[in-house]
């Protein structure tokens, strides 16, 4: 069982950049997979990018492909999804989540397939 805590949302400018993290508790932590979703207003949620257990592979959706970078510190329970170049459409609440299955190789964009959530952190980005 994980439980993620995310932190490091905050208001920033266009163009600036943000570090997000995610703090996740439990002894699985180093053999699931990590996803970051956010969800805007009036919008569904979305995935944004994911690792894999060991981090050797990565995802992105191409809205922040090249833009942001997903990685994971297994020594420290954490995953942080580093954040440049941010437009005002990148406004939303950020999760990070947990891989339902150990040791995946694949990465799987469905919201479904993740089975511990955080609360989430605003991230706003004024133009």
């Known amino acids: 069982q994980v439980q993620p805590v995310e932190s490091g949302g905050g208001l920033v400018q266009a163009g600036d950049s943000l570090r997000l993290s995610c703090a996740v508790s439990?002894?699985?932590?180093?053999?699931?997979?990590m996803g970051w979703f956010r969800q805007a207003p009036g919008k569904e949620r979305e995935f944004v990018t994911a690792?894999?257990?060991?981090?050797?592979?990565?995802s992105y959706a191409d809205s922040v492909e090249g833009r942001f970078t997903i990685s994971r510190d297994n020594a420290k329970n954490t995953v942080y999804l580093q954040m440049n170049s941010l437009k005002p459409e990148d406004t939303a609440v950020y999760y990070c989540?947990?891989?339902?299955?150990?040791?995946?190789?694949?990465?799987?964009?469905?919201?479904?397939?993740?089975?511990?959530w955080g609360q989430g952190t605003q991230v706003t980005v004024s133009s």
């Open positions: 439990g002894h699985t932590f180093s053999s699931v997979a």
């Open positions: 989540a947990a891989d339902r299955f150990e040791y995946s190789r694949v990465l799987v964009r469905s919201g479904t397939r993740y089975g511990a």
């Open positions: 690792i894999t257990w060991d981090g050797g592979r990565t």
